[in-house]
């Protein structure tokens, strides 16, 4: 049987500056070994990105509980040519965490209605995402050309704060701006900031405060996905650092903590063990029912998107909202 061959595109339409080659596997080592010695143990959840973790969060967005896709879906689909209309001039498009870039492209066809071309520039830390996900816009788009990074939020803000561009409209899809804690969403927006200029803009996606039922199923999908999504941190630390974890000896736990308004994400040891990490020479002691806490996902009220706007050189300008008022799309003008 012949197999289908990837359509062959220009190089001139797509190139990857890869930030992570230099040692891929030194800062997974060194974030993990700091996780496991500290107190509770914590992994950083930029590190559920492998390849396989992408590809289950992809499977996370399927599911009927996990309504944060198709809210911002929802929105993209009903507002996207009023958002692109208010930023003005030939924009540049960038996109922090841009993953399977599904819903980038209601926003890459928008801007394509007002203008005859466009350079889309992607970070993820995950290289595989971004190269399928550029492959496939490609092919779709051929008023379209890619210039991706692949690397750490920071590490590509660097990057683009080296170069300059046109009226650039960057966008946070997806509520990624749930993960950091507050002075992290700080720290981030205000290194967003340096690379736009006043009059640019930002499309933050954000997750909105609602009853605890709807948020906590989101996260507890009865087909277990969310679950191998958290648990596949472990499989990622015995595939890439020689680790031990029986995955059989953990188990998903998430809830919502009211006062803090996050989702609370952690991977819980049942049983007393004993787990060894080869490349890091490292055994690590779990007591039954100990956590590792993977994520934190926080919840946003209008107000609170305001003032972070407010505090970090932007301004708030639209909010968009789904049909069932549960997720924003903000757009906030550089100031
Ligand atoms: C929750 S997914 C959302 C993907 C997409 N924006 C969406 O809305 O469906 C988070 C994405 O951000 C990327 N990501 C997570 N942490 C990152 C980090 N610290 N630096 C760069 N990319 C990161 C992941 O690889 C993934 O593609």
Redo the contacts with the bound molecule.
């Keep these: 049987m012949l197999e289908a061959q990837p359509a062959q595109i220009a190089e001139d339409k797509f190139s990857i500056h890869n930030l992570v080659t230099r040692e891929p596997r030194a800062g997974l080592a060194e974030d993990v070994r700091r996780g496991l010695a500290t107190k509770p143990k914590r992994f950083l959840?930029?590190y559920f990105?492998d390849e396989l973790g992408?590809q289950l969060?992809e499977a996370i967005?399927l599911l009927p509980e996990y309504y944060l896709?198709r809210a911002?879906n929802d929105i993209l689909t009903r507002y996207a040519d009023d958002i692109v209309a208010e930023v003005h001039g030939e924009i540049t498009l960038i996109e922090m965490?841009?993953?399977?870039a599904?819903?980038t492209r209601l926003i890459i066809e928008a801007l394509l209605r007002k203008q005859p071309d466009l350079l889309f520039i992607p970070?993820?830390?995950?290289a595989s995402?971004l190269d399928s996900s550029s492959r496939i816009l490609l092919q779709s788009y051929p008023q379209l050309s890619i210039e991706a990074y692949a690397?750490?939020?920071f590490a590509?803000l660097a990057e683009l704060e080296k170069t300059t561009r046109a009226r650039t409209l960057a966008l946070f899809?997806?509520s990624?701006i749930s993960?950091f804690d507050p002075d992290e969403a700080l720290k981030f927006l205000r290194a967003l900031r340096q690379v736009l200029h006043a009059g640019d803009a930002l499309l933050l996606?954000a997750d909105l405060k609602k009853d605890r039922a709807t948020l906590e199923a989101a996260y507890n999908d009865a087909l277990g996905v969310t679950a191998a999504f958290n648990l596949n941190v472990l499989a990622r630390i015995n595939r890439e650092l020689g680790g031990s974890f029986d995955l059989r000896g953990f188990q998903h736990h998430a809830f919502y903590n009211e006062e803090l308004g996050r989702v609370e994400i952690y991977i819980e040891s049942t049983r007393d063990q004993t787990v060894s990490i080869g490349q890091l020479e490292m055994e690590v002691q779990f007591g039954k029912g100990e956590q590792i806490h993977t994520e934190n996902s926080y919840k946003y009220a209008l107000s609170d998107i305001a003032n972070l706007a407010a505090e970090t050189g932007f301004r708030r300008a639209s909010t968009w909202l789904d049909s069932d008022e549960r997720f924003s799309s903000n757009l906030l003008l550089a100031v």
């Design positions: 959840p930029k990105y992408s969060f967005c896709t911002e965490g841009s993953g399977s599904s819903k970070v993820d830390i995950s995402a690397g750490d939020y590509g899809l997806g990624n993960n996606g």
